[in-house]
């Protein structure tokens, strides 16, 4: 499943939260790829954490990116990649990856299965040029590009260095 949450509370018993948990396990998903978790998932307290979050899932796995250059002191932070793994497939995956710009453009899993097959699961998120504000992804990883006399938008830039095309 792939699900575009535009922005998960920062407080794990908020409703919202809850319901993203519940559906995964109501549903018995093995794997959930989102999109704008909208979370800094490196300022929440522990009880708040993705880990906390999906204790409740049998065998379950958080793989999670968000931008780690702008606002790191604040819970939450526009846009972010995650991929939930539980069940059978928290155990045939191998590898987990993420955007190495620390953007939070991209997460992945690969999943190994039988007679050397793999699949690899992506959660991505190209911006959008035209929302207005300051503090959108679209502005952020515009900024961050600049910042490194780098020119291209950033869907350019998210196009040319997504590795697994």
């Known amino acids: 499943m792939s699900a575009n949450h535009n922005n998960l509370p920062t407080k794990s018993y908020k409703q919202?939260?809850?319901?993203?948990?519940?559906?995964?396990?109501?549903?018995?998903?093995?794997?959930?790829?989102?999109?704008?978790?909208?979370?800094?998932?490196?300022?929440?307290?522990?009880?708040?954490?993705?880990?906390?979050?999906?204790?409740?899932?049998?065998?379950?796995?958080?793989?999670?990116a968000h931008n780690q250059w702008e606002g790191t002191f604040y819970k939450h932070q526009p846009g972010g990649t995650m991929i939930i793994s539980t069940n059978e497939a928290t155990h045939r995956t191998t590898t987990s990856s993420s955007d190495p710009l620390g953007l939070g453009r991209w997460a992945t899993i690969l999943l190994s299965g039988k007679e050397g097959h793999r699949t690899r699961i992506v959660s991505i998120y190209n911006p959008i040029a035209s929302s207005p504000g300051p503090h959108t992804v679209n502005r952020q990883q515009t900024r961050h590009l600049r910042a490194t006399k780098d020119y291209r938008t950033p869907t350019t830039a998210l196009r040319e260095e997504f590795p697994f095309v």
């Open 16 to 64: 919202k939260s809850k319901l993203h948990i519940s559906t995964i396990n109501y549903y018995n998903l093995d794997v959930v790829a989102t999109q704008e978790t909208g979370l800094n998932l490196f300022a929440l307290e522990v009880h708040d954490s993705m880990e906390e979050r999906i204790r409740f899932l049998h065998e379950a796995r958080a793989t999670y």
